[in-house]
């Protein structure tokens, strides 16, 4: 064999083995910018089915999320850190909250609470409390 082929082979093995390892690197980033954009308009599809002007919900879902990448890794840990309570569910709720300009704290234990409380229509149990208290934890990490 001749040293050109040599290289070629070890180049064509190289591809193959670090292929895999870079493409993993870049999927959680783009799973992120997904899901903060399916966030965005799942708010703004819901403003908008509300009666708001498609262009106005649309703002109203981008100022809603001040710090998109925080808050949509907030969302997950909600979800599944809290499995009384639907997606869809905490989407309505943060676009109630939207529509009137307030602010959706993740990561106040308190904040969660009440958005859980509202959204069951029940009052908690010791188990659902403790879980959101762990949910408060988690997101004020990912707050700083």
Wanted: proline share 1%; net charge neutral.
């Amino acid at each position: 064999m001749s040293k050109e082929n040599i290289l070629r082979i070890t180049l064509f093995v190289s591809v193959l083995a670090f292929n895999p390892v870079t493409a993993e690197t870049f999927k959680p980033k783009t799973n992120i910018q997904t899901k903060t954009t399916t966030v965005k308009s799942s708010i703004a599809n819901i403003l908008h089915t509300r009666g708001l002007d498609e262009e106005v919900a649309e703002e109203i879902a981008h100022k809603a999320m001040s710090d998109e990448v925080s808050f949509v890794k907030m969302l997950d840990n909600l979800l599944q850190g809290c499995v009384q309570i639907t997606q869809d569910e905490v989407m309505h709720y943060v676009s109630k909250e939207a529509l009137f300009r307030k602010e959706v704290k993740l990561e106040s234990y308190d904040y969660l609470v009440a958005m859980v409380s509202e959204i069951m229509k029940t009052s908690l149990d010791k188990v659902v409390l403790s879980e959101l208290g762990n949910i408060a934890k988690r997101n004020r990490q990912l707050a700083v």
